[in-house]
């Protein structure tokens, strides 16, 4: 497989996961109000936002995880703590941690 070839699958899986597998999310625990779910889920995405206190705000080379303060493992900690409440605050729990697990694979399964 060339260095495109996997840049290409390492582009489709980081906005699959962002973007449509959300909607899965939504539609099968969330039916009834899966239009609303998904709109939640999309705004955890926010939470990049701590990528504009880093220099530079965006490097390739750089996890995520770990290194962002909305992304440190004591955030991640408390996304986790937010699934056991029920209502909004566990949907943003969701969209929080499945925000963690799309920058791990990005990083961890596509850089070596």
């Known amino acids: 497989m060339s260095s495109s070839d996997i ?4 582009t489709f899986t980081h906005y699959f996961l962002h973007f449509i597998f959300p909607v899965f999310i939504a539609l099968i625990f ?6 609303k779910t998904y709109l939640i889920l999309l705004g955890t995405m926010l939470v990049d936002l ?13 996890a995520s995880i ?3 303060f909305l992304h440190s493992y004591y955030a991640i900690a408390v ?3 937010m699934l056991l409440f029920k209502g909004n605050i ?4 969701i ?4 925000h963690m697990l799309t920058d791990f694979q990005d990083f961890y399964f596509w850089s070596h």
């Open 7 to 10: 840049l290409l699958i390492k």
């Open 30 to 35: 969330y039916r009834e109000n899966w239009k």
């Open 50 to 62: 701590d990528h504009l206190f880093a220099t530079p705000i965006f490097d390739p080379n750089r």
């Open 66 to 68: 770990g290194f962002h």
């Open 79 to 81: 996304y986790f703590l």
């Open 90 to 93: 566990r949907i943003i729990g």
């Open 95 to 98: 969209g929080l941690l499945l």
